[in-house]
């Protein structure tokens, strides 16, 4: 079956700090790949996505890039902010019949960044 | 990309009762989805709402315990029957994106129960 594994939080940074949050996945097929984030009290929103090999993902300074040779999609920020504090998610899809994609998330990373 | 409501934001119920949880949709969607998120975990699917049929629900989760209605194109339902306080959630729907991006779930802003 499908399976993601994201870095273990808490993750505390400083302002400024370079991120990465690990993820690497398992999976039948050709999965697209996705990172999700939750700020507090609220629901998830899509950060980025990346749906086929080499294709890099990005958005609001976030970067991903898709390596199936190391089934990977870490996610990375050269310079993190107060308001990046939150649960990232790292999430793949793959086709499951009919029209229905699956989505099977990673625990969840939680990242605060101090000023 | 979609914008998706939900009703109520939050809610304090007693054991033994049930609420029913909405989730509105600004345009017509063919798959809607609900899912669990436990105090400090990650989301689990519920079950998969397909219009004009019954939902499939994942292993662990029957439509007894969590009847979900999808009456049209742009709307569902989900029931949390007889609850307890393990029944504390948050509880999200999400929606596949459009024709030919349908890989991509968005999700509404979650509803947020407390079972005393």
């Known amino acids: 079956g499908n399976s993601v594994t994201q870095m273990e939080g808490p993750v505390t940074l400083s302002e400024e700090a370079f991120l990465t949050i690990n993820c690497t996945y398992t999976a039948t097929g050709y999965p697209s790949l996705f990172w999700y984030v939750q700020y507090p009290g609220e629901g998830l929103q899509l950060l980025l996505k990346a749906t086929k090999a080499d294709d890099k993902g990005s958005n609001k300074g976030f970067e991903a890039t898709y390596r199936k040779e190391t089934t990977s999609f870490h996610l990375e920020k050269g310079s993190v902010q107060v308001s990046d504090s939150a649960v990232y998610f790292c999430a793949l899809t793959t086709f499951s019949g009919g029209s229905n994609y699956k989505l099977t998330f990673g625990k969840g990373t939680l990242l605060t960044v101090n000023p | 990309s979609a914008v998706i409501s939900q009703k109520p934001s939050r809610d304090i119920c007693q054991r033994g009762t049930s609420l029913t949880i909405q989730c509105q949709v600004d345009s017509q969607v063919t798959m809607m989805f609900w899912y669990r998120q436990q105090p400090g975990q990650s989301l689990t699917l519920i079950a998969t709402?397909?219009?004009?049929?019954?939902?499939?629900?994942e292993s662990g989760f029957v439509i007894d315990k969590f009847p979900i209605s999808r009456p049209n194109l742009t709307f569902s339902t989900l029931t949390v029957s007889n609850m307890s306080p393990e029944d504390s959630s948050i509880y999200l729907c999400?929606?596949?994106?459009?024709?030919?991006?349908?890989?991509?779930?968005?999700f509404g802003p979650g509803t947020r129960l407390l079972v005393l």
């Open positions: 999400s929606v596949e994106g459009e024709r030919g991006r349908q890989e991509t779930q968005y």
């Open positions: 709402a397909n219009q004009g049929s019954e939902a499939t629900y």
